[in-house]
Structure formats: structure tokens, C-alpha cells
């Protein structure tokens, strides 16, 4: 089993990097095959519970109220109808319901309803996420107190190139609350986008933030950025697609344990191009023909993927994985340089 590393450099990342693609991509399919089983992806279906006129001005979002990106604006979402939803999406397969708010952080006003709605999807049976900005700690223990399961919260890039992308909050205030996150024991989901103009070694620096922090987040979710027309980043250059992959396979390698994300932007990626991702390491999706403003992969397209992949939604963590998953006969990476 991997040793879990807080204390990776730099240099030790871009050598990661650096890596030639298949032997990059073959340390990474070997740690994950120590943890998880290779043919299972977790599942996530998500909803905006509050959408549009959000105060903060990230670069990227089409509901920023600083740009405007044509979106309908709504006030939060009704507990019944959010009930309503989450039924649909187990009904579907999703096993994980994320909702989603543009605010800052949650009003005093609004917050007991959001607390109506962890204990309601609880109740159907659902894992429960929810992502609403910056949280105190009373705010985070009372979620505790609700049975919330995981918290997402980005830190979306280096802390270098944050600065060049949100001007309404800092890097410090996003660890701040994942520091709060997981003092309530609520797990955490934190990951990033790429394809926001960022250089390599902005993703190194990001991906190096995340797996130094004190604990893995449970889930990293890796965004490929959906161009908003209206955004500053609306004309942003594409990622290379291979690069892409690469940072899956360094958040593979460097967090061994967790669930890491193919999240927004998989419309933009063929079937060929998601089936290496999964080979890299990633191990969730979300599941669903809508993200939270912007669409996805249509279900049926997205289950049709899976039968060709042999791929099977994840129904639990699994604790122990088979002998015969583990390749038995090689010296990978890790083993030699973090043991
Ligand atoms: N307002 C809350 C916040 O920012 O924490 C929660 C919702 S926010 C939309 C959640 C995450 O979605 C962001 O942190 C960002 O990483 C991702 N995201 C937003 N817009 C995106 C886009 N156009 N393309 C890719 N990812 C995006
Ligand atoms: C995350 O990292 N990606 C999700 C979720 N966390 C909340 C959001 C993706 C949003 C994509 C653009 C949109 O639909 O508005
Ligand atoms: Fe608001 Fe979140 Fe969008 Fe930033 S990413 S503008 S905080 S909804």
C-alpha cells in the first residue's frame, strides 16, 4: 500500500510531470489498483439550489453577477423541490447528491433551509454534498449536526494564479474553510480547473497545495474550464489533452486514497479521451445531463460508455480490494522514492 505523503516538492512533482506519458500513466494505474477496484467509478449527480447574481467575480463562472453571461438568476430552491430532485437522481443510479449555491457564504436567513435539505436527502438514502462559499465554524458543526457527508470547496488553482482570477476573496479564506470543514469531521471535496490560461507550473503548484495539505481531500475534482461567453476566460486557450491527462495521473499518484473527479468539461472530451482519464486514476464523475448551469454527457451516453469500458458505478467504498487487481510483478515509483 502507498505510504500517504504530506511533504512533496516541487521539483518532486514536476518530475511527475515530466514522466514519459505511458510510464506516467502505468505508476499511476498501479497505485490506484492498490486502493480502489480499476472498474468501478463513483457516481455524483449535482443541482443548483441558488443560482446566478453571486457577488463574488471568479473569471470563469456564468454566475458571477460581475459579468453578464445571460443566465436566468434564481432565489433558493424550495426544500420539496429539491427533495424532488435528489429522488430523480437516485432513481437514476447516482449513489452522492451536490448541491450547489452562488453565494459568498450562506445567509443567516437561508441557512436553516440548506439544513432542511441535508437531512432530507440523508433520508432517501443519498451520500450528501453541498458547496455555499466561505462557512464559519458554527456554520460548518450545524451541517455536521445535519449528517452532511462532504463538503466541496476549490481551491481551483496555484495560489500564484489565484490572484489573477478572483479578486473578491483570497487563497488563505478557501483554506480557511476547508481547515473548518474538517475539524467537523465533514469530509472534504476540494479540487480545481484547468484550461484557465494557467502555466504547468501553476498545475503543479495546485496539485502540490492539495496533496501537502493535512489531510487528502476525500474527493478532487478536476474541472476542465466550460468558456461562458460574457466571463473574462470566455476566449481561454484549450489545455492540451494529453496535459490534462497527466494531471489526473499526478493526483492519482499523489493521493492515493481519494476519489479523484473527471468533473466539468467532459461534452468537450470523446469517449477515447474519458476512458484514459479513468485509466490514469480518475474514479468519479458527474452523472446527469446538467452541472450546475452549464450541461454534461446525456446518461444514457454516459451508460453506454461504461458497458463498452466494462465500468460499473461504485455502490460502496470498498475496504479491501482482490489480490487479482494488483499487479504483482513491478517496482513502481512510488515504492522506491516514498517508502
Ligand atoms: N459558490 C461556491 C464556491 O465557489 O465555492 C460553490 C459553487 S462553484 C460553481 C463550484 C466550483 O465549480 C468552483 O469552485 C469551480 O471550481 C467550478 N466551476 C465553476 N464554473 C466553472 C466552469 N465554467 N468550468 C469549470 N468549472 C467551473
Ligand atoms: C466542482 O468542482 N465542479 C462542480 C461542483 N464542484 C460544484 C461544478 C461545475 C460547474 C460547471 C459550470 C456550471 O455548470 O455552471
Ligand atoms: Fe460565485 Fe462560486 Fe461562481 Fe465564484 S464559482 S462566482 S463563488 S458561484
Redo the contacts with the bound molecule.
Keep these: 500500500m502507498s505510504r500517504v505523503r504530506h511533504d512533496w516538492s516541487f521539483e518532486e512533482v514536476q518530475s511527475l510531470f515530466d514522466l514519459p506519458f505511458n510510464e506516467l500513466l502505468f505508476q499511476a494505474q498501479s497505485i490506484h489498483r492498490q486502493h480502489f477496484d480499476p472498474n468501478e467509478v463513483q457516481v455524483s449527480t ?1 443541482l443548483s439550489i441558488k443560482t446566478g447574481a453571486c457577488p463574488e467575480d471568479c473569471q470563469y ?3 458571477s453577477g460581475h459579468y453578464n453571461t445571460d443566465l436566468e438568476k434564481e432565489k433558493l430552491m424550495e426544500v420539496e423541490k429539491v427533495l424532488h430532485e435528489a429522488q430523480k437522481a437516485k432513481a437514476n443510479g447516482a449513489s452522492r447528491f ?1 448541491m ?1 449555491a452562488a453565494w459568498k457564504h450562506p445567509s443567516a436567513k437561508d441557512f436553516p433551509h440548506v439544513l432542511a435539505m441535508v437531512k432530507g436527502v440523508k433520508e432517501l438514502g443519498l451520500e450528501t454534498c453541498m ?1 455555499l462559499g466561505a462557512l464559519s465554524e458554527e456554520q460548518t458543526q450545524a451541517l455536521a449536526e445535519a449528517g452532511l457527508d462532504y463538503y ?1 470547496h ?1 481551491i481551483d488553482t496555484s495560489r500564484e494564479y489565484y490572484k489573477k482570477i478572483i479578486s473578491t476573496r483570497s487563497f488563505d479564506d478557501r483554506l480557511n474553510t476547508l481547515s473548518h470543514v474538517r475539524d467537523a469531521g465533514i469530509k472534504v471535496c476540494s ?1 480545481g480547473i484547468v484550461g484557465m490560461g494557467e502555466q504547468a507550473e501553476d498545475r503543479i503548484a495546485f496539485l502540490r497545495e492539495l496533496a501537502n495539505l493535512p489531510e487528502h481531500p476525500d474527493s478532487v ?1 478536476i ?1 476542465n474550464l ?1 468558456k461562458i461567453k460574457g466571463t473574462p476566460l470566455e476566449n481561454a486557450e484549450d489545455i492540451e489533452p494529453f496535459d490534462f491527462i497527466r494531471m489526473v495521473a499526478v493526483a492519482r499518484i499523489l493521493m492515493p486514497y481519494s476519489h479523484v473527479r473527471l ?2 468539461g467532459r461534452e468537450a472530451m470523446n469517449e477515447q479521451m474519458q476512458a484514459l482519464c479513468f485509466f490514469a486514476g480518475a474514479n468519479s464523475i ?1 452523472y446527469g445531463e446538467r ?4 450541461s454534461n454527457p446525456l446518461e444514457n451516453e454516459d451508460m453506454a460508455l461504461f458497458a463498452k469500458l466494462g465500468i460499473r458505478p461504485e455502490e460502496k467504498n470498498l475496504e479491501q480490494v482482490p489480490a487479482e487487481n494488483l499487479f504483482q510483478h513491478t517496482q513502481p515509483y512510488y515504492d522506491a522514492n516514498s517508502q
Design positions: 449535482l463562472c456564468s454566475q451536490c450547489g458547496t466541496n476549490n479540487g475534482p474541472n466550460v468533473s466539468a458527474f452541472l450546475l448551469t452549464t
